[in-house]
């Protein structure tokens, strides 16, 4: 139990409670009671100042002296994690995905499992080992002809004659130039106003038995003059077909190349993967907020344009952040078959160690009312309690156990049909083995309370006592709580509802709204 001995903060009468352990105990009483009081500024607060004070002393310097709190004793206090709605989001650089660590995942996911493009031309880049290479080549039908080149210019204007000759010293007799193998011991005019393609021949083989050693010394050789890339060109009933092979991120065709991913290449908070533009907001911030931008070279994606070209299933990082979560969860059931077709045994590996995580998440958003919401809504546009539920999901996902959790009526904006599924996510984490605090006027809420505390009875000055804690069904009885009456009907506001009628033909006009997650909406208010 947690066991608390004089609260006295703000209007609290010195009360006396118990709060059992590994149960959902819902604090209740009408507004002004003392709830809040009791939660959050003698619980919570005493749990905070308790962690403070475990720091080392240096430490402390950096925060903000805890002040006492007006309560005799607590104990049995387990570490408290607070979802107040008061506390609100304020960096423009929080999102939805990030608040739940979904982000993280999907940088990982990208960083080892991407395929990187150029971002010239937009052709697919592999790293290959030379055995690799071989073994492309090896695979190819039997009695094709193939040849491999070391490309050395790609694109490039100018006289390159002086080039061929120390091509010719170091022994190579053919090279291909724009398309053509001509013998580079013979004199080549170059017109320099003419960009110029320009390829090594290093052998020229039939695919057949026995030639895997002389086509190791070959790849070998050809990734040398080339610096770690490769042209493997097979001869089709149409001429010559090329591909490009290395062993490092590069676009033989560009000639770019390319660092390997790491999850920070994906990060808008760090400069290794922000837009450089932007700065990773997504937006020119303008001194009037209503003005900003969308960033014309990102395009609001917030990353550079290498992350913005490393792909999955078509879709880079900023694209799929856009989906909801059941639009998230098609994408990965979409994508999961096709990459195990495709994927190494130890790419399986990782993907089979991110995607449950990522699911998991994406499941308890769906299941905590969520699922309308895009991952990539900025945090500070979330409602209270969209925010309290988003990072109760965070927690769910992290696993957490032998926690307090403290919530400030999570069902606020929450539609009736979504309750239940807040109370099944509420009962994981209890069987988890947290305690669950919550304060609520919600009738399902009340109801499915393992503990029911009543604060008033009334507020203010006539608020602040102990007026029941126990079960449901006792409560109900209780013959002092205005809660329970409320609850059982026996109790009606004295002022009878009524419904004003105007003929004033002034309005308050809005039409189309679509910010957020508003679909076209046009209302008229009248004045």
């Known amino acids: 139990m947690i066991r608390i001995r004089g609260a006295r903060c703000h209007n609290l009468k010195n009360i006396d409670v118990d709060l059992p352990h590994n149960q959902i105990s819902i604090v209740t009483g009408v507004s002004g009671s003392g709830k809040s009081s009791l939660v959050f500024d003698t619980i919570h607060q005493e749990s905070q100042r308790r962690?403070?004070?475990?720091?080392?002393?240096?430490?402390?310097?950096?925060?903000?002296?805890?002040?006492?709190?007006?309560?005799?004793?607590?104990?049995?206090?387990?570490?408290?994690?607070?979802?107040d709605q008061t506390q609100r989001v304020q960096?423009?650089?929080s999102t939805l995905a990030t608040l739940t660590e979904l982000y993280d995942y999907f940088r990982l996911l990208y960083a080892k499992l991407g395929i990187v493009h150029c971002v010239n031309c937009g052709q697919a880049l592999h790293q290959q080992t030379p055995e690799q290479i071989v073994d492309l080549v090896l695979a190819l039908e039997d009695r094709k002809k193939v040849m491999i080149l070391a490309p050395v210019i790609s694109a490039k204007k100018g006289n390159h004659t002086a080039l061929l000759n120390q091509i010719a010293k170091e022994g190579f007799v053919r090279a291909r130039i724009d398309g053509a193998v001509i013998?580079?011991?013979?004199?080549?005019?170059?017109?320099?106003?003419?960009?110029?393609?320009?390829?090594?021949?290093?052998?020229?083989?039939?695919?057949?038995?026995?030639?895997q050693s002389r086509l190791k010394e070959s790849v070998d050789l050809a990734l040398k003059q080339a610096g770690g890339t490769c042209l493997v060109s097979q001869q089709t009933e149409s001429g010559w077909s090329d591909r490009y092979v290395s062993t490092r991120l590069a676009c033989g065709k560009c000639n770019l190349s390319f660092p390997d991913p790491e999850p920070v290449t994906f990060s808008f908070n760090s400069p290794h993967g922000a837009c450089p533009t932007c700065e990773g907001l997504g937006i020119i911030e303008q001194p009037d907020a209503e003005s900003d931008q969308i960033c014309p070279d990102c395009q609001g994606a917030r990353i550079s344009q290498?992350?913005?070209?490393?792909?999955?299933?078509?879709?880079?990082i900023d694209q799929v952040i856009q989906f909801t979560a059941p639009e998230m969860i098609d994408w990965l059931d979409d994508w999961e078959p096709l990459a195990t077709q495709e994927m190494s045994h130890q790419d399986q590996v990782i993907r089979d160690q991110i995607v449950p995580s990522v699911r998991k998440r994406l499941e308890y958003l769906i299941e905590i009312g969520l699922g309308y919401i895009q991952l990539s809504r900025p945090s500070k546009t979330l409602s209270g309690g969209e925010l309290q539920r988003a990072r109760l999901a965070a927690c769910l996902g992290a696993g957490t156990t032998g926690a307090c959790y403290i919530l400030d009526e999570p069902t606020a904006g929450l539609h009736a049909n979504e309750t239940q599924k807040l109370l099944n996510i509420l009962q994981?984490?209890?069987?988890?083995?947290?305690?669950?605090?919550?304060?609520?006027?919600?009738?399902?809420?009340?109801?499915?309370?393992?503990?029911?505390?009543?604060?008033?009875?009334?507020?203010?000055?006539?608020?602040?006592?102990?007026?029941?804690?126990?079960?449901?069904?006792k409560f109900l009885q209780h013959p002092e709580s205005i809660t329970a009456q409320g609850l059982t009907t026996r109790f009606h506001h004295g002022a009878q509802s009524h419904r004003v009628n105007t003929n004033n033909e002034q309005f308050i006009q809005l039409t189309g709204a679509r910010i957020n997650n508003l679909k076209n909406v046009t209302l008229k208010v009248p004045l």
Request: charged share 20%.
């Open 306 to 316: 290498y992350g913005r070209s490393i792909l999955l299933n078509q879709h880079s």
């Open 51 to 83: 962690f403070l004070e475990n720091l080392s002393t240096g430490t402390r310097q950096l925060f903000s002296q805890a002040q006492p709190v007006a309560v005799d004793q607590i104990l049995g206090l387990p570490p408290t994690i607070c979802f």
């Open 91 to 93: 960096s423009r650089r």
């Open 428 to 473: 994981q984490l209890k069987q988890a083995g947290n305690t669950i605090i919550v304060v609520e006027h919600d009738h399902d809420v009340i109801q499915a309370a393992d503990y029911l505390v009543d604060i008033g009875p009334r507020a203010g000055v006539e608020g602040g006592n102990l007026i029941f804690a126990g079960d449901y069904e």
């Open 183 to 211: 013998d580079i011991t013979q004199p080549y005019e170059f017109p320099e106003d003419v960009p110029h393609d320009i390829e090594i021949v290093i052998d020229r083989i039939i695919v057949k038995e026995g030639i």
